[in-house]
């Protein structure tokens, strides 16, 4: 079964397109990658996105016509997942682009996203899998994060020490995977989500590139003190967070809060020291063994060499493409494995991750033709109740 999965994080800077072959040997999956690519999205669409995203005031308006918008944009991912593919496909899997996640109370209430997944199956012609979280949330999970799915299968082991999977991307989530245990996973915090915004409020940029910033800069000790003070951290998981959180005006009361400008450089680095801290705290507080990271933060070579200093040879940093995961690609082959396991009626959410009630089958399907069932020859003319 060929699959395209796409995803588009909270960093909202384009789609990721991987085409993956499945196939069943036992109770062995194996996942064939076919290609991954990279959608971005130009300036005034990140600008409308951007827009509606809390806690900017929006109208039903703004947000239909984001939808659609996204719809096109999504499509064009699609259609480039399936020429990976060779040509053909059996489903896409378009999660859509998240713009609020509503958790209060430490409880997830509900979760949008945008896509417009009609205008996707009407462009590649196949079934499409979309909104993937609302399965979760509606028996009592968080709705995220959903890639543990792919990484207990792929981190699995029958002995040894814990492992983890990290994705640095607008938000950090870690996966954590002992042999024995239930699987743990959650959101640890801001990635990208704040460095991206500084970036922006400070040098005019989409990002720190390389972390070139950063590295020029110094830990500024007030500032990490006032950051590292948020609630969320000390919240036992599940949990999980995103911009409804840590967006530009979070950072601006923290630094206004400071009540003497920080140089953009320290900020920078603040900002990275925050992240590392982060995660370095919850990969020890597993015992883990080995991280294997993916995520667009891996680009960042200022944030891995703080990571991997934090770990003093504890734990071992290594990219996920030593397991053949393309760090770029990871997530939307991870949103290819969920459509394979909906496909097959198969849940893609796990409890001890999400603390749902019982394990989800995630998403909703957009039909492109007939459905599985061959239609009737005669398409009927009208409708008889029957006695």
Not at 259 to 281: F, H
Request: net charge neutral; glycine share 12%.
């Amino acid at each position: 079964m060929r699959i395209v999965g796409l995803m588009s994080g909270t960093s909202y800077d384009g789609v990721d397109v991987a085409a993956a072959e499945f196939a069943v040997e036992g109770d062995t999956l194996r996942l064939r990658p076919l290609g991954f690519a990279g959608l971005d999205y130009d300036e005034e669409l990140r600008a409308q996105i951007g827009a509606v995203l809390p806690p900017n005031p929006t109208s039903i308006e703004a947000v239909c016509r984001l939808d659609n918008r996204l719809g096109e944009v999504f499509a064009e991912a699609a259609a480039r997942g399936v020429a990976l593919a060779g040509g053909r496909v059996d489903a896409v899997v378009s999660p859509g682009q998240t713009m609020f996640h509503w958790v209060s109370g430490g409880r997830a209430r509900g979760t949008l996203q945008l896509g417009a997944p009609a205008r996707v199956a009407a462009r590649v012609g196949v079934p499409v899998l979309s909104d993937l979280r609302s399965a979760d949330v509606a028996a009592g999970g968080q709705g995220a994060p959903l890639v543990p799915a792919f990484d207990a299968l792929l981190l699995r082991a029958e002995s040894g020490p814990p492992r983890a999977a990290l994705n640095l991307g607008g938000i950090a989530n870690l996966t954590v995977v002992a042999p024995g245990a239930p699987v743990l996973g959650y959101d640890v915090g801001p990635a990208n989500a704040l460095l991206d915004a500084a970036a922006r409020r400070l040098l005019g940029r989409p990002c720190d590139l390389d972390g070139a910033r950063a590295a020029a800069g110094r830990v500024h000790p007030a500032l990490l003190e006032l950051l590292l003070a948020e609630p969320y951290y000390a919240a036992a998981p599940p949990k999980s967070t995103g911009k409804e959180l840590f967006h530009a005006g979070y950072l601006d009361g923290k630094l206004a809060a400071l009540g003497a400008p920080v140089d953009p450089d320290d900020v920078l680095a603040t900002l990275t020291e925050l992240t590392a801290r982060t995660v370095a705290a919850e990969c020890d507080r597993h015992g883990v063994a080995e991280v294997v990271a993916a995520g667009g933060g891996v680009r960042n070579p200022t944030l891995l060499r703080r990571l991997a200093a934090l770990g003093d040879g504890r734990w071992r940093l290594r990219a996920s493409d030593e397991l053949g995961v393309p760090t770029q690609a990871k997530e939307a082959y991870a949103f290819a494995l969920l459509g394979w396991l909906s496909w097959h009626g198969l849940p893609g959410a796990i409890p001890s991750v999400t603390g749902a009630r019982e394990a989800a089958v995630l998403g909703s399907w957009t039909p492109a033709g007939p459905a599985r069932s061959a239609p009737p020859a005669t398409p009927p003319r009208r409708l008889v109740i029957a006695a």
